[in-house]
Nanobody, 116 residues
Framework: QVQLVESGGGLVQPGGSLRLSCVAS????????MGWYRQAPGNERELVAT???????NYGDAVKGRFTISRDNVKNTVYLQMNSLKPEDTAVYYC??????????WGQGTQVTVSS
């Protein structure tokens, strides 16, 4: 059983910052990619950012230059530093991991609301 536990979401004013964390636990053979996706009401889930085991990153166009993804391979943890937040960043943010065997797991999601 694999569990992903996200934390760090909340309410922030436009222009503010938040840092999300996601810890993976359980029987995990080896994690390859880790990432964040988000889904706003009425929208499809979209890519925020991913990072491979060797540190290669990929960002969605909407967050490039504002968000930074990082990971700690020892702690099986992925982080998302979100700066210059905008109201359109409001969504539920989901953590995702893919193992080297191709299995994919999702977290339960954490709400991020950007509003004055």
């Amino acid at each position: 059983q694999v569990q992903l536990v996200e934390s760090g979401g909340g309410l922030v004013q436009p222009g503010g910052s938040l840092r999300l964390s996601c810890v993976a636990s359980g029987t995990i053979f080896s994690i390859n990619a880790m990432g964040w996706y988000r889904q706003a009401p009425g929208n499809e889930r979209e890519l925020v950012a991913t990072i491979t085991r060797n540190g290669r990153t990929n960002y969605g166009d909407a967050v490039k230059g504002r968000f930074t993804i990082s990971r700690d391979n020892v702690k099986n943890t992925v982080y998302l530093q979100m700066n210059s937040l905008k109201p359109e960043d409001t969504a539920v943010y989901y953590c995702n991991i893919m193992t080297v065997t191709g299995l994919t797991y999702w977290g339960q999601g954490t709400q991020v609301t950007v509003s004055s």
